[in-house]
């Protein structure tokens, strides 16, 4: 089989298992989805590590990012679809409502002090809001600390 | 990246955790940005792009000077 199709199914079966159940797949759940043997997706998703295309938790080599999608709950939260997806940043968040292309919410708050903020997109776009975004560290250095940025 | 209500909060942020400030986009910017970046990652065909691609990505929503350079 081909390597970089088959690393190329184990994201899309990523992506979409992640989209459809709002929860971040575990390998053994990709495995089984595919039907494939575990130690070939997790060798597979270390590949689609490696280069660049998701991020892997440090001891459990379970899946981090996918990009814009967190595992982990974060301060940025996304209502689409009928489910709640959490962003790393901001930033993710707004490519959450960009890559599944609905109407949604998103929920954050001022880095700074809190105040509740919410973001609400329609028909593509989002509506009128205050605020603003910061990019802290410049773009040639995000992938030194994916999770810092 | 993070949300902020306004500029004077970024810049007590900065402050409050050493840090330099950065590159302040509006929303209309970082949406922009981020369903350049985003849409199509769902697409069977999506592959990382070139650091040529994103540098162009990037001129393209105007995000130039030091800060937005790649290399």
Partial sequence: ???????????????????????PPTSENLAAGMGRPLAEVRAALERLAAGKAIVLQP??????????????????RVRSQGRWF?????????????????????????????????????????????GVVHFAIAARR???NIVFT | MLLFRGE??????????????????????????????????MDPAWRRPTLEETERLMASLGLTGPFWNLR
Wanted: aromatic share 12%.
């Fill in chain 1, 86 to 130: 959490f962003g790393s940043c901001v930033w993710d968040a707004m490519g959450i409502v960009a890559m599944l292309g609905d109407e949604a919410v998103l929920d954050a708050s001022c880095g700074c002090c809190g105040e509740a903020m919410g973001l609400t997109f329609r028909a593509g776009e989002p509506l009128p809001a205050e």
């Fill in chain 1, 1 to 23: 089989m081909n390597g970089f199709s088959f690393d190329n199914d184990v994201r899309l079966q990523l992506y979409r298992q992640f989209v459809a159940s709002g929860e």
């Fill in chain 2, 8 to 41: 004077e909060h970024v810049a007590r942020w900065c402050v409050q955790w050493s840090q330099a400030r950065g590159a302040l986009l509006t929303i209309d910017q970082a949406w922009r940005l981020a369903r350049a970046w985003y849409q199509n990652k």
């Fill in chain 1, 59 to 76: 001891e459990s080599r379970e899946i981090l990012m996918a990009n814009p999608l967190s595992a982990v709950p974060t301060p940025f």
């Fill in chain 1, 142 to 144: 995000w992938w030194e």
